[in-house]
């Protein structure tokens, strides 16, 4: 997996979320650490999707699914 495209994703969802890079830890849960509503869910898919080629079939509820979407992306 790419280290850049994991700081892109983390640059990403702090933006979608409005908090800084550094909230967007390794096991943040994106509800429950970082207050994320069902909305917000469906702009970080969207955004992952638009811009780093990742798709899901439903929002990721964490940066660890994030991470595990990159992984899947970029094949073995």
Known sequence: MNPDQIDRAR???ARVLEVPPEDVADGADFRDDLDADSLQL???????EDELGVES???PASFAEVRELLAAEAGP
């Open 11 to 13: 640059a990403l969802v």
């Open 42 to 48: 469906a702009e970080i898919a969207a955004a992952l």
């Open 57 to 59: 079939d439903e929002p």
